[in-house]
């Protein structure tokens, strides 16, 4: 299994505690949660059951009897209710010979449908025997984060306080996507690797589908814009089986894919035509809890200044390449990486990569130890306007001003780019009136060219640094 150690670390420490245990398996949809626990544990099962997409209530009531019926070797009677489906569970897990009883119950959201009561009875069933019995393991999955977390994380009824560990499982970083390649005989090297993960992210179901013999473009043609791609409709598939009324979310990710450095709430609701509310505000936590976009506050901001930005690689590149495009133009990505769309998206999808690898950043700048904080910032003065991608806040009295760049070769820093990155500094300096030290450093895919403007940066990382272990 390629890299979630901590994870592993925590299931079999759960496994072998002798106490009853509930645990919380969450994470983006695609991101590896079943498979994490079926190796590890799928011939430890005394039962496992997984929701089923879109069923109604009397259909996974129907499945859930035939999955008691695999696993007790006998027939079972029709179940009229999650009560009496427990309460059948109970009786299986009391007959079974095993020393430690695993669980799995897996998509549970799906399970959850309307007027169904299987909240109330899945709290009864722990309240009232699981939790006393020191051989049960009771392990819960699910793709909408949201739920998890509102259901049995957060929520203040019956099961508040009874899960006992929570797992949040994250999509590979670039590291363990090398990893991955390098175990199943793929020759990529790094600037593949990079230009797979600004597409596909690091979740492992789409790592699958790629063929080793053929490189990441062709790859990438034959899943996202060949006819009948596997990815060409991945998009709708998500959201429909995340979100109940999915096309709200829909259109907040799509307003979100025309401003790489995020909006407002308030730009959000003009974009996407959601009225203001309880449901809009619904629809942002459950986009956020499911890892597509994310919240932040600019540097020096208030919480009114809070902006939200779409993070998640595929959905980017989904709205921005594979939305519209011909399913009939074999050669169409090879096209469009010349088109000016390619270095819009490209720009946005590396700065995301290096989002998501902040610690190795601050490794490969030496500050691993040093307190920071991470943000971004724009002006509200400055003319012409300034932005600055990455803001790395430090506690030893400096200020680094990370400027990401995407490019093929050596990134060039010329009259012009010298210039804007002095006025950046000047004006992130004079606006937000810092006393510490600003520093310019170059975020680039292959590092910078040597000519007359290059001591203008203070420091530089290069993509090959993404790549490092984080102690």
């Not at 179940?79 to 119950?105: G, H, I, M, N, Y």
């Not at 959201?109 to 169904?116: C, G």
């Amino acid at each position: 299994m390629i890299g979630r150690k901590a994870e592993i670390d925590e299931l079999n420490e759960a496994y072998n505690s002798g106490r009853p245990e509930f645990i919380t398996v969450y994470g983006r949809r695609r991101v590896g949660k079943t498979y994490l626990v079926k190796t590890l544990y799928e011939k430890e099962f005394s039962f496992f059951f997984t929701g089923i997409a879109s069923s109604d209530y009397k259909e996974t009531l129907l499945r859930f009897k035939e999955a008691l019926e695999e696993y007790s070797s006998a027939k079972q009677e029709p179940l009229k209710d999650w009560f009496e489906a427990f309460r059948c569970l109970r009786s299986l897990l009391e007959r079974s010979r095993r020393k430690r009883k695993v669980v799995f119950l897996d998509e549970l959201p799906w399970m959850d449908t309307p007027n169904s009561n299987f909240v109330k009875a899945l709290e009864y069933f722990w309240n009232s025997w699981a939790s006393s019995r020191n051989d049960i393991m009771l392990v819960v999955c699910g793709s909408a984060a949201s739920w998890v977390i509102d259901k049995l994380l957060s929520d203040h009824g019956g099961l508040y306080g009874r899960v006992t560990r929570r797992i949040k499982v994250e999509p590979f970083s670039l590291g363990e996507c090398e990893q991955y390649y390098l175990e199943n005989g793929f020759i990529y090297d790094r600037k593949q690797i990079v230009e797979g993960y600004m597409i596909l992210g690091g979740i492992p179901y789409y790592l699958n589908m790629l063929r080793k013999r053929e490189g990441i473009v062709k790859n990438i043609e034959r899943l996202c814009f060949a006819k009948g791609g596997a990815l060409r409709t991945e998009f709708s598939h998500v959201f429909a089986s995340l979100f109940r009324n999915a096309d709200r979310h829909q259109s907040v990710v799509c307003a979100l894919a025309t401003k790489a450095m995020g909006l407002s709430r308030d730009e959000i609701i003009k974009l996407s035509g959601i009225a203001n509310g309880g449901n809009f505000t619904t629809v942002i936590a459950e986009l956020e809890e499911s890892g597509f976009i994310r919240s932040y506050t600019p540097f020096s901001g208030k919480s009114r200044g809070t902006l939200y930005q779409l993070i998640d690689p595929y959905t980017l590149f989904y709205l921005k390449a594979i939305a519209g495009s011909p399913d009939d133009d074999k050669t169409f990505w090879a096209k469009y990486r010349e088109s000016a769309g390619f270095h819009s998206w490209s720009g946005y999808a590396f700065e995301q990569v290096c989002f998501s690898h902040m610690p190795q950043i601050k490794k490969a700048l030496g500050i691993s130890g040093v307190i920071s904080y991470t943000y971004s910032w724009r002006s509200r003065e400055s003319e012409p306007g300034a932005q600055v991608d990455i803001v790395i806040d430090r506690n030893d009295g400096i200020v680094s001003l990370c400027e990401v760049k995407y490019s093929d070769s050596e990134y060039v820093i010329t009259k012009s780019v010298d210039s804007s990155l002095r006025w950046k500094r000047e004006s992130f300096k004079m606006e937000t009136k810092t006393r510490k030290a600003v520093q310019i450093v170059m975020i680039t895919m292959n590092g910078l060219k040597q000519n007359m403007y290059r001591d203008t940066v203070q420091a530089e990382v290069k993509a090959t640094n993404l790549f490092g272990e984080i102690d």
